[in-house]
């Protein structure tokens, strides 16, 4: 279990489904058939704030029309969102 702190202050607690050693894991594998973000976001059951962040990270620095400092603050104020959503869950 992890012990976060989000941007209101709150100290929140987050359990890890899976443990990792460091090395390559079978989460990170690619689905069979997956060749947009979209079907990352829909094979992991993807939260909508979690597909923001994960399309904000993937385009980060690499959009015309969002810089990195949008990015990024769109990126933390979903966080801060899910964040919320999994503590008021348990």
Known sequence: MSILT???GERMSI????KNNGGSTDYYKLPAGATELQ???ENKDMSFSVGNIFKA???????EHSDRVRDLNKIIWFANRELNRE????
């Open 87 to 90: 503590a008021s869950d348990e």
């Open 6 to 8: 989000n941007l209101n």
């Open 39 to 41: 079907d990352l976001i």
């Open 15 to 18: 359990k890890c489904k899976s």
């Open 57 to 63: 990270a993937y385009r980060l620095g690499n959009c």
